[in-house]
């Protein structure tokens, strides 16, 4: 069974910091392009960064310079850490798999991140 399972998220005041992590199991993790997406109330779904199983990131350009998206293929784990956050960022924040081979694609439920001003 596929669990994607994301934790670290929480209240924080503008300009401070929290790491996502989104623990994989039942998957290949090694094999699989690993995303981050977040969802604001009332706002599309929107793409903040990816990591793909060679390794090469790619970030939204709203989060460049003050996010970081890392994998330890060791742990199955993807990260997200985020710094100088602001208000702005605040939304629910879900983690994608997605096999680079075949495309096959699963979803955490997502974890809550809420940014003081």
């Known amino acids: 069974q596929v669990q994607l399972v994301e934790s670290g998220g929480g209240l924080v005041q503008a300009g401070g910091s929290l790491r996502l992590s989104c623990a994989a199991s039942g998957i290949s993790f090694s094999f699989n392009d690993m995303v981050w997406y977040r969802q604001a109330p009332g706002e599309q779904l929107e793409l903040v960064a990816t990591?793909?199983?060679?390794?090469?990131?790619n970030y939204a350009d709203s989060v460049k310079g003050r996010f970081t998206i890392s994998r330890d293929n060791g742990k199955n784990t993807v990260y997200l850490r985020m710094d100088s956050l602001q208000p702005a960022d605040t939304a629910v924040y879900y983690c994608?798999?997605?096999?680079?081979?075949?495309?096959?694609?699963?979803w955490g439920k997502g974890t809550l991140v809420t940014v003081s001003s």
């Open positions: 994608k798999s997605r096999h680079h081979y075949s495309g096959t694609e699963y």
């Open positions: 990591i793909t199983s060679g390794w090469s990131t």
